[in-house]
């Protein structure tokens, strides 16, 4: 069996009118969780360009990347405790351009929610994600022009 490698990755906090986008993620890992749209970054990608990928292929977005949020470990383990996935999930905040969000091949559901208001059900790291994308686009657009 091969070695488990960590997979770079990226995400993205996209907000619209004072609401963030989530997606239910339709597949493993975390198939049934609340998350920031995000995947792998592809060879020769920036992380930047690997987060506004995603959101467009996940959940039909066009998005404005402001700026690195955070960055987490997924760490994954199987029934038995061996190390099955580690991801290293690089988040961005970004603003919303254009488009409404679809369901796709990874996401189940999507919709916009109140950052201060998440669902029960998020992806481990979530909640400190967000509140920090959230910092980062006020800095950005000032704290009334979400």
């Not at 066009?62 to 955070?70: R, S």
Request: negative net charge; charged residues 20%.
């Amino acid at each position: 069996m091969p070695a488990i490698r960590p997979v770079l990755a990226a995400s993205t906090a996209v907000f619209h009118e004072g609401r963030l986008l989530l997606a239910r993620r339709g597949k493993a890992p975390s198939r049934g969780l609340w998350t920031l749209p995000g995947g792998r970054v592809e060879p020769g990608e920036t992380l930047a360009d690997a987060a506004a990928r995603e959101v467009m292929e996940e959940v039909g977005i066009d998005c404005a990347i402001l700026g690195v949020a955070g960055a987490l470990d997924i760490i994954q383990h199987d029934a038995s405790g061996a190390l099955a996935a580690h991801f290293v999930v690089v988040s961005h905040a970004a603003r919303w351009v254009a488009g409404e969000p679809a369901v796709g091949p990874e996401a189940a559901e999507v919709g916009w929610f109140d950052p201060a208001e998440l669902p029960d059900e998020t992806t481990p790291g979530l909640a400190g994600i967000v509140a920090a994308a959230l910092l980062l686009v006020q800095a950005v657009d000032g704290p009334g022009a979400m």
